[in-house]
């Protein structure tokens, strides 16, 4: 059985048994995170954009911080920190966009994941899934 369904069944008895508080903080500790790089600018002056969704229906996360570098090979041309206030939770800020500006390099490797989780700062690196962007076709009719 995955864990994910172990902590669900843990939730259903939990809430039997009354404890859900610390069953659910566990099962929303599981959800993923999903990052989606939708788009990029560039270069300018060897700068690149580049924008991103992040995507979470579980436990709100305040003051969420995304370690992104580029790179070429096995250098790193460079580093920023992209900040998102909220994202999850009850208030329907199931996503947010996040942009950070680098130079333009071969590939982006995102470091570090940080979000303050009912008042305590937490790493939630593990819980970042990456996801690709898959545009639909689009066309301009003119009339």
Request: aromatic share 4%; glycine share 8%; hydrophobic share 45%.
């Amino acid at each position: 059985m995955e864990a994910t369904s172990i902590l669900r069944l843990g939730a259903a008895l939990g809430l039997c048994l009354g404890l859900l508080p610390s069953v659910k903080s566990a099962l929303a500790e599981e959800e993923a995170i999903s990052i989606t790089h939708v788009m990029s600018f560039g270069p300018q002056q060897g700068y690149c954009a580049y924008e991103f969704v992040i995507a979470s229906i579980g436990q709100e996360m305040k003051n969420v911080e995304i370690a992104i570098a580029s790179a070429d090979g096995s250098k790193v041309l460079g580093r920023d920190t992209m900040r998102v206030a909220q994202l999850g939770g009850p208030r329907a800020t199931w996503t947010a966009r996040a942009r950070a500006e680098l130079l333009c390099g071969e590939r982006l490797e995102i470091n570090r994941m940080t979000a303050s989780i009912e008042g305590k700062r937490v790493d939630v690196t593990r819980r970042l899934k990456v996801d690709r962007f898959k545009p639909l076709p689009l066309r301009v009719i003119s009339r």
